[in-house]
């Protein structure tokens, strides 16, 4: 089974940042797509940034572009999502999400998810 377990979140003022871990366990995830969701109270579920472990390819949705980075730790089996220049419109839970296949998993159709984080961006 694996296991994904997201920290990071947090509160904090417009035009800030904050980096979200997902410690990973479980398996090897040498071929798999990890991607970063979100979703906002009222609002369906928004994809956010993905990258597939094997090539290192990155993703990223319009609405981040440009402001957030994904990485990996490879050692530490671990992904982050580096967050700058927040808005209010960041503010949500953000989860973590993994499978094999990279185009379900972009869909948020992979195999697992982690329990989420709260980032609250306030004005």
């Known amino acids: 089974q694996v296991q994904l377990v997201e920290s990071g979140g947090g509160l904090v003022q417009a035009g800030g940042s904050l980096r979200l871990s997902c410690a990973a366990s479980?398996?090897?995830?040498?071929?798999?797509?990890m991607a970063w969701f979100r979703r906002a109270p009222g609002k369906e579920r928004e994809f956010v940034a993905a990258?597939?472990?094997?090539?290192?390819?990155?993703y990223y949705s319009d609405s981040v572009k440009g402001r957030f980075t994904i990485s990996r730790d490879n050692a530490k089996n671990t992904v982050y999502l580096q967050m700058n220049s927040l808005k209010p419109e960041d503010t949500a839970a953000y989860y973590c999400?993994?499978?094999?296949?990279?185009?379900?998993?972009?869909?948020?159709?992979?195999?697992?998810w982690g329990q989420g984080t709260q980032v609250t961006v306030s004005s």
């Open positions: 999400h993994t499978g094999l296949s990279a185009a379900a998993v972009v869909r948020g159709r992979g195999a697992f």
């Open positions: 479980g398996r090897t995830f040498s071929s798999y797509t």
């Open positions: 990258f597939t472990w094997s090539s290192g390819n990155t």
